[in-house]
């Protein structure tokens, strides 16, 4: 059975029913649980668990520190592309967006990895814009074959591929996948994706399972909160997640909790996501999932960011970009997104330490 499959089985399912039916003592019962059910994490979702959000803190944060320490591992995006020939209506690489578009030579692929390297890190993520014709996997291959001298592991950030695809990737060097479903709702993925590839919904959301049975390391899943009703979208990851980590014992499986950020093409939030609710969602996925990975970006405040990170973050983005060679060259392309924390990796070190934390920089070394 594949998650597509899996996720059928809610399609019916009465949420608002549920959530009137839960009381604060059995929301408190499900806090203290030793394995939490899929329901019980639906319940730490729900309104009724808000009154509640100290005591799940206090357990979501002995859970990571039993499981995890007190280490967060440092990463950073680098974007190769970004042509794409989705219209994507949330998303400043869309193909009815005019911005400038931008493909890195291997050249210029490597003034950027030195750029990076000089910071520190070792951990890296290739995004690029989804267009097989200006970021085929050949072209790829190509930039994995330099950033391995710089970088102990690379995740890539791209479009969906074949289980063949990924294998080759993996061959060359790749050993973690990022890709969002960017919102579980089949009918409200299908508004917004009018054009293009991506408006497959079952093809996306079963990429990371190829991933997975290609041999891959870690995976991690998100939905990009503001597109839907954030409680339901929470809980279709974390169940996503859940389920890969149940199939795929070997692999690292982690979930990111963005939220929408101004970017060209200027779509609102549809769904107003308040940092209460991003903690709230925090929590209740360390509760059900105590041994999952929480990556938080710079999509969130630098304040907002130190305060979340005692609460289950286990990998956070530093010294982040998010246009097309933005670091080697300064007539750089178009953002994707405005960051909101734009800390170095020098001030996120500063900060990890000063609240009791260690800053990993390389936890895994490419074969």
């Not at 390297?117 to 930039?143: D, N």
């Not at 041999?215 to 990851?237: C, K, P």
């Not at 609102?268 to 059900?288: G, H, M, S, W």
């Not at 289950?312 to 097309?324: D, L, R, W």
Request: charged fraction near 20%; proline fraction near 4%.
């Amino acid at each position: 059975m594949s998650y597509s499959q899996r996720i059928q089985e809610y399609k019916e399912f009465d949420y608002q029913g549920y959530f009137k039916s839960l009381s604060g003592q059995s929301i408190k019962r499900i806090i203290n649980k030793g394995r939490l059910s899929e329901l019980d994490y639906l319940a730490l979702l729900s309104p009724a668990a808000e009154a509640h959000l100290e005591e799940m803190a206090w357990r979501a944060h002995r859970l990571t520190i039993q499981h995890f320490g007190r280490s967060i591992l440092l990463y950073t995006p680098i974007y190769l592309a970004n042509y794409c020939v989705n219209s994507c209506l949330y998303c400043g690489f869309a193909l009815q967006n005019h911005i400038k578009r931008a493909s890195l030579s291997l050249e210029e692929v490597e003034a950027e990895a030195r750029a990076i390297a000089a910071t520190g890190l070792k951990h890296i993520l290739i995004l690029t814009g989804e267009s097989r014709k200006h970021s085929p996997v050949a072209y790829i291959k190509s930039c994995v074959e330099i950033l391995k001298k710089y970088f102990s592991s690379i995740g890539i950030e791209i479009y969906p591929l074949e289980e063949e695809e990924y294998e080759e990737l993996i061959s060359s060097g790749i050993d973690g996948l990022t890709i969002y479903q960017e919102v579980y709702d089949q009918g409200v993925y299908k508004e917004l994706h009018p054009a293009g590839p991506k408006r497959d919904y079952h093809y996306r959301l079963n990429a990371p399972e190829r991933a997975c049975r290609a041999g891959i390391r870690t995976v991690n899943v998100g939905a990009l909160l503001g597109l839907n009703d954030w409680r339901q979208e929470a809980f279709f990851t974390g169940l996503h997640a859940n389920y890969l980590q149940n199939k795929f014992t070997a692999v690292e499986v982690s979930l990111s909790t963005p939220r929408m950020r101004p970017h060209v093409g200027g779509l609102e939030p549809r769904v107003i996501v308040t940092d209460k609710n991003l903690v709230q969602y925090i929590l209740a996925y360390r509760l059900f999932m105590p041994r999952g990975g929480i990556t938080l970006s710079t999509r969130e405040s630098a304040s907002l960011r130190d305060h979340l990170l005692r609460l289950g973050i286990t990998k956070m983005s530093a010294g982040s970009c998010t246009s097309v060679g933005g670091r080697a060259n300064s007539e750089a392309s178009t953002n994707q997104f405005d960051i909101s924390d734009p800390r170095d990796v020098g001030a996120m070190i500063k900060m990890l330490y000063e609240q009791g934390y260690q800053p990993v920089l390389k936890d895994w070394q490419i074969i």
